[in-house]
């Protein structure tokens, strides 16, 4: 049975979820088309989008299964996240860029300039069920961390969080998400920020950190994590963070190509700092809780187990609002991206072609609820199942729809020679053989005594990524070659790739009314100094009561100087606007 929570837990927790419906709510009088709702009309700021990049592509696996691979191993848990930022470098200097000039309104969209309606569709109708799929294990990461490391009710977690993100991505549409992502990114960094120096300070400073660590603790490779595993992971991170929906959908939000790649860019910053930031904490718990690694104990729970040895009672809600705004992140993003496909590329695309932007953003708020349920049925059937091991999980799932789902798109919008039956036999190759491995994995070699589970889970799955993503290069390429285009053929996809070199022009760029991100954050961070200061109020320690009041004077602090930019960055604008209407006299 896990701890009691106290009064000012769940005023934190309280207050957040009203502070993420409420950023919902604010942005839905700016939500009147559909290009709003998905795009934001291209003005998402690029800052923002970066943070939100990195937001989109972690969850509360950081705190359960990267802190499991910290506690056990060390080192090579940071090292395997890092393994993400050639990735995010591929995005800078190529990809971004090309997903700004496609000129689209959801991932798929470009498929069919491309390609054809049919491979549109393919790869719409494909990505549908992967991404709930996805949602569902991402749900039972933060279902298990709060039933088993907090004590909270289990499914009363996971219906709660699902339905928030669910509810403010609903009513705010893309920009909703990224503020409430540029939100979540302040409240992780503070609860992380609460519970490292704490644990540096028990944990007597470096020299006893390093000294008192296992042996091999700060290698680059260690347990399972071999070179060939980390070679499939970086392979599998560029991938996913160049074709992801929820993670492109950053790169064609903002209003050119350049702010493009500041988000990549950005991206691969947080992601080379965050490791060491989020990560040390459960390479600390190794010595400060010896026994979490025996049963009925589990390391994936390191930081719930840190965080009730080091922190005051009750401030336990900021670490749960933590792991929480981890998960959220990544979930009301492809809530967002997903609906952007149904609505887009299924609904208007086939069945109502003359629907008004009104209509679309409408039919794409309906689907972003049901795309939001469906995540949450299934994280209900995944934690009735009772499997675990999260991180290889997401790489076997990885593993069957990554290579097919992704290489076909991001080879068209780059090669010429790429056919559309050329997409088409690599998504069905690789998809085949995804499948066929993962049934040779536990059909034969699951079954041989002479050979270790360690080497099936891991060694197995690297060689599988490598052999997955083979043969859907070759599929395509053999039936592209092999294939005679016609020249009206040629000229289409001419056409395309003429159209993604061209660079935004300023014409293009849309300088509408839009929501200013500095004023929404700046009120929701003093709310949430509110929220703080009122738990604080009611903490039964004079240390948590410090804390608690510490923290809310830096974000209200934080909050007054952001409002602050906006006032000038509204000043600066009604200056130039009348400084345009003076000219045109």
Not at 195 to 201: E, F, S, T
Not at 464 to 483: D, K, P, Q, R
Request: charged residues 10%; proline residues 5%.
């Amino acid at each position: 049975m896990g701890p009691r929570l106290l009064a000012s837990d769940y005023i934190v927790l309280t207050g957040y979820f009203a502070l993420m419906l409420s950023i919902g709510l604010y942005f839905f009088r700016y939500i009147k088309r559909v290009e709003d709702y998905f795009t934001g009309a291209n003005q998402l700021p690029w800052w923002l989008a970066g943070v939100s990049h990195f937001m989109s592509s972690i969850s509360a696996f950081v705190f359960v299964a990267y802190s499991e691979i910290a506690y056990k191993y060390g080192f090579v848990a940071v090292v395997l996240w890092w393994m993400v930022i050639p990735g995010c470098l591929l995005s800078a200097f190529f990809f971004s860029s090309l997903w700004r000039r496609a000129r689209i309104l959801s991932p798929v969209e470009f498929l069919e300039a491309r390609y054809s309606n049919v491979v549109r569709q393919l790869f719409a109708w494909a990505g549908i069920p992967v991404k709930i799929l996805m949602d569902g294990l991402r749900l039972y990461a933060v279902g298990l961390f709060i039933s088993v490391g907090m004590g909270l009710n289990l499914k009363t977690g996971i219906v709660g969080a699902g339905l928030v993100t669910v509810a403010y991505t609903f009513l705010g549409g893309v920009w909703a998400v990224t503020i409430s992502d540029l939100l979540q990114f302040i409240v992780l960094t503070v609860a992380v920020l609460l519970v490292l120096p704490l644990a540096w300070i028990h944990v007597g400073g470096l020299h006893s950190f390093v000294h008192g660590s296992p042996p091999g603790f700060f290698a680059v490779t260690a347990g399972p994590y071999d070179l060939k595993y980390l070679l499939s992971f970086l392979l599998i991170a560029a991938m996913s963070y160049n074709g992801t929906w929820s993670v492109v959908q950053r790169f064609y939000c903002v209003r050119n190509e350049i702010d493009a790649k500041r988000v990549a860019l950005l991206a691969a910053a947080l992601n080379f700092v965050g490791p060491i930031v989020f990560l040390l904490p459960p390479m600390i718990a190794r010595q400060l809780l010896p026994n979490l690694a025996t049963p009925p104990n589990s390391p994936q729970f390191a930081y719930a187990k840190l965080g009730l040895q080091l922190l005051p009672a009750g401030m336990m809600g900021i670490l749960i609002a933590a792991i929480l705004a981890a998960a959220m992140g990544a979930l009301s993003a492809d809530y967002n991206a997903l609906s952007s496909v149904i609505t887009n590329d299924i609904y208007n695309r086939m069945l109502k072609p003359d629907a008004t932007p009104r209509h679309l953003r409408t039919v794409g708020m309906v689907c972003t609820a049901a795309g939001g349920g469906l995540a949450i049925l299934v994280s209900l059937i995944v934690l009735s199942s009772g499997q675990t091991g999260l991180l290889n999980q997401m790489v076997v799932l990885f593993g069957l729809a990554l290579s097919p789902t992704v290489l076909p798109m991001l080879g068209g919008l780059f090669v010429r020679r790429l056919s559309s039956r050329g997409a088409i036999a690599g998504f069905l190759a690789g998809f085949a053989s995804g499948v066929c491995l993962y049934l040779y994995k536990i059909l034969i070699l699951q079954k041989q005594p002479g050979i270790s589970s360690t080497w099936i889970t891991y060694t197995f799955t690297a060689y599988s990524t490598f052999i997955n993503m083979g043969v859907t290069i070759l599929a395509m390429w053999l039936t592209s070659v092999l294939e005679t285009r016609t020249a009206e053929t040629m000229v289409k996809i001419d056409l395309f790739l003429e159209r993604i070199r061209t660079p935004i022009q300023p014409s293009e760029q849309t300088y509408g009314e839009a929501p200013s991100p500095f004023f929404i954050t700046g009120i929701i961070l003093v709310g949430l100094g509110l929220v703080l200061f009122l738990a604080g109020c009611f903490s039964p320690s004079q240390d948590a009561r410090f804390l608690d009041w510490l923290v809310a004077l830096c974000l209200g602090l934080l909050g007054a100087v952001l409002y602050k930019l906006h006032r000038e960055s509204f000043v600066r604008a009604v200056t130039g606007s009348r400084g345009a209407v003076s000219k045109k006299e």
